[in-house]
Every structure is written in structure tokens, then in C-alpha cells.
Nanobody, 124 residues
Framework: QVQLVESGGGLVQAGGSLRLSCAAS????????MGWFRQAPGEEREFVAA????????SYADSVKGRFTISRDNAKNTGYLQMNSLIPEDTAVYYC?????????????????WGQGTQVTVSS
């Protein structure tokens, strides 16, 4: 089992930045790819970004490319999502997810473990 806890959400003005963190505990963090998803009110949960176990491969949704950066520190069992140039459309609950594979995935069905989510609100 892997337990995931997100932090770093909050209220920010358009154009601002936030950094989300995802702390993992439980079984070894080895060979576990991580991802970030988000869900806005009334919308389906959508893929945001993913990173492979060693951090060599990343993937981003088109809507966040060039603005968001995913990273991880395996020594700290923590993943991050740096969000810059935020826009109101980024408002959502952001979820950290982990999958029992070293390689990335972009479908939520590919992930085994989920955090409880953290709210990000971008005001115009």
C-alpha cells in the first residue's frame, strides 16, 4: 500500500504560482510512477502531468504545457507540481496518484493509489 497526502493548494490570483506537494508513505517508493490529476466542479477528472520512477520521462496535458512542471525527490518520497501563470480555468481539486509501474500513464484507471486531493482556486 502507498498512502499519498497532498499539500500546497490554496487561493491565488490569475498569473500567480503555487507548488503542490505529494508525500508518499507505506511500501517502498521504488518503481512507482506518479501523476497529477484534477477535477473541476461538474467536470470529469482529467490528467494533468506524470513522471516516471527515475524522473527521466514526463508527460503533460496540452492545457498546462509550458506552465506546469512535475518533479519528484525519491530520497524524500515526495512528488511536486509547480504551477506558474495560473488561470481561472486551472481551478479544481488536484489529486496526486501513484501506479505500481516505473513508467508513466495518463489514464486514471492506470493508477492504483490516490491522495485525498487539495483545492486550487484561481481568481480573475
Amino acid at each position: 500500500q502507498v498512502q499519498l497526502v497532498e499539500s500546497g493548494g490554496g487561493l491565488v490570483q490569475a498569473g500567480g504560482s503555487l507548488r503542490l506537494s505529494c508525500a508518499a508513505s507505506g511500501r517502498t517508493f521504488s518503481n512507482v510512477a506518479m501523476g497529477w490529476f484534477r477535477q473541476a466542479p461538474g467536470e470529469e477528472r482529467e490528467f494533468v502531468a506524470a513522471i516516471s520512477w527515475r524522473g527521466r520521462t514526463t508527460s503533460y496535458a496540452d492545457s498546462v504545457k509550458g506552465r506546469f512542471t512535475i518533479s519528484r525527490d525519491n530520497a524524500k518520497n515526495t512528488g511536486y507540481l509547480q504551477m506558474n501563470s495560473l488561470i481561472p480555468e486551472d481551478t479544481a481539486v488536484y489529486y496526486c496518484a501513484a501506479r505500481s509501474s516505473a513508467t508513466i500513464g495518463s489514464l486514471d484507471s492506470e493508477y492504483n493509489y490516490w491522495g485525498q486531493g487539495t483545492q486550487v482556486t484561481v481568481s480573475s
